[in-house]
């Protein structure tokens, strides 16, 4: 053979071989594809997709179907995408709940703004998992920024976002710096909200319907009437670990004003996780020692709410002179509830059948707030005026909500009726389903008061995280948990928390009751939810 052929051989054979080794590191190196835009991250399926993948969660399969037969229903309308953040995934029946319970509200928001307002933009929703924790949040904004870019996607404002985590921070920075509006449906950190006023916004086009854990902390310390309480009775337990949620509820009822000399100073502990208990009961259990030689009768709990049960049961089984003891939390006790088991009610509840512990907490929502708080200002109404009120006399800020839950009940029985798939009938005491839903029709209102002219031309993204501040007043969003008019700095403004307790000796053991309303502020929000200046 020629020289010149064996060469030319040689060469062949070199690029087949390299030709080769590139296919087959590609092939061992290709993504494990879940689903179209999911890609399996270390054991999770992260990434965003719109059209019915479940993310192997089997308690989310009839919603998330639903979502994609809404999303292909308006293919051929002019329409923006809504994402939802939020962690998919979860080897715990109780999680799985959860998250069936906020996609639920979610789905009927979204039939709500694109059946309700009958306006362009129609919205597509699509589910966004960030893994468990947000550990992997930025694989997710990474991808929703290119969405916002796209003119196929036009991805117009994101959703969602159920925990106060360095990581949820994170992530809602990343995507405001970038332009993409964000409404947070769930998330009381305040850490992670914008100060009010003329200072630049920490989070540009950021806006939150659920109130912050200080004004939270506020509306409980006035339901309660902190400032005819006495200190010695009262003391602060909280988590070190770093915690958003955890940090800011601490300062919060750090700062609660009361009377008298002080009682026992605030004692922590430190769990190893939001959802890991490790040595974190034997750390509780010597807190309650300590506090059952105090005076203190009322706990200001700062921790999550696998750490409140067992510190609620911890301090049940000591015999403290048969004190009853009052636990006062934020809103992550809304999962308690479910958590509990029979044996632990009965623990919490004692021989005795009066109930050892109570918690209390401030619940974002609760089916039950507006009926109750409508009974109790007509029967004062009656008493005070000897005949009814006038339609025009009721309180809007308990009448309109009252009318936008009947809306929602409306809605769950008829698509219940319809068969379109909720997977089960949503449980309202968990506040996940309100909350959520009313995030959706609030981005409604939104894209509807931002659209203009022709309906093909979409608003922008600008034109979108303008429209928070706009909420207000005359263009107030009648929310399920309350009126929702937002500030400057898109925060609620003075929007009540609905003081909810589980009481282990009640006849129904372990249910939850509605007890009243807490206003941040001290007093209900103003005719027309006028917002009034900090100055005034």
């Excluded at 292909?72 to 809504?82: A, W």
């Excluded at 992997?136 to 290119?146: E, I, N, S």
Aim: hydrophobic residues 35%; proline residues 5%; aromatic residues 6%.
């Amino acid at each position: 053979m020629p020289r010149w052929q064996k060469i030319l051989y040689a060469l062949l054979v070199a690029a087949v071989a390299v030709t080769g080794g590139v296919f087959l590191w590609s092939y061992l190196h290709r993504p494990d594809t879940c689903a179209d835009g999911v890609d399996r991250i270390g054991g999770e399926c992260v990434g965003v997709n719109g059209s019915g993948y479940d993310f192997g969660n089997g308690d989310i399969t009839a919603v998330v179907r639903a979502i994609a037969q809404e999303n292909k229903k308006i293919e051929g309308q002019p329409h923006v995408t809504v994402a939802m953040v939020l962690p998919l995934q979860s080897d715990k029946a109780g999680l799985r709940r959860e998250i069936r319970s906020d996609l639920q509200g979610a789905y009927l928001g979204q039939l709500q703004a694109n059946a309700g307002e009958g306006e362009p933009p129609k919205i597509k929703l699509v589910l966004a998992n960030p893994g468990q924790d947000y550990r992997h949040q930025a694989t997710v904004v990474d991808t929703l920024v290119r969405m916002a870019g796209s003119p196929k996607d036009q991805l117009r404002a994101v959703t969602g976002f159920n925990l106060s985590l360095d990581a949820t921070k994170d992530a809602i920075a990343q995507l405001t710096e970038h332009g993409v509006p964000v409404l947070a449906s769930r998330i009381t950190g305040d850490q992670i909200a914008n100060a009010d006023g003329l200072a630049k916004p920490r989070f540009p086009g950021l806006a939150r319907i659920i109130t912050t854990n200080h004004d939270a902390a506020q509306a409980l310390a006035n339901f309660n009437g902190a400032q005819d309480r006495e200190n010695s009775k009262t003391v602060v337990v909280y988590d070190t670990r770093q915690d958003a949620y955890d940090e800011s509820l601490a300062q919060a009822f750090s700062g609660i004003k009361e009377t008298g000399p002080p009682g026992p100073e605030a004692m922590r502990f430190t769990s190893p996780a939001i959802d890991e208990a490790g040595s974190t009961g034997n750390q509780l259990e010597q807190i309650a020692n300590n506090i059952c030689q105090s005076s203190a009768d009322t706990i200001y709990f700062a921790g999550r709410n696998l750490h409140l049960r067992l510190f609620a049961l911890k301090l049940a089984k000591l015999d403290c002179e048969n004190r009853h003891y009052t636990i006062i939390t934020g809103a992550d006790a809304a999962s308690l509830q479910q958590n509990m088991t029979a044996g632990d009610w009965e623990e919490l509840r004692g021989t005795g059948g009066t109930a050892k512990v109570t918690v209390q907490y401030a619940a974002p929502a609760h089916p039950d707030a507006w009926s109750t708080e409508l009974a109790a200002w007509r029967k004062n109404w009656v008493a005070a005026h000897h005949r009814e009120p006038t339609d025009a006399e009721l309180p809007q800020y308990l009448t309109e909500p009252q009318a936008a839950l009947d809306n929602l009940k409306r809605l769950i029985t008829s698509t219940l009726h319809a068969g379109t798939g909720l997977g089960s009938t949503p449980d309202l005491e968990d506040s996940r389903t309100m909350l959520n839903y009313d995030g959706m029709v609030t981005i409604g209102r939104a894209l509807h008061e931002a659209q203009s002219g022709d309906a093909a031309n979409v608003p922008s993204l600008q034109d979108v995280g303008g429209e928070w501040a706009q909420l207000q007043s005359a263009h107030r969003v009648q929310g399920t948990s309350g009126l929702i008019c937002l500030t400057s700095g898109g925060n609620p403004y003075d929007k009540p928390v609905a003081v909810v307790e589980l009481d282990p000796g009640r006849q129904r053991m372990g249910t939850l009751k509605f007890i009243g309303l807490g206003w941040p502020t001290g007093r209900e929000q103003p005719k027309n939810c006028v917002i009034p200046s900090r100055t005034s």
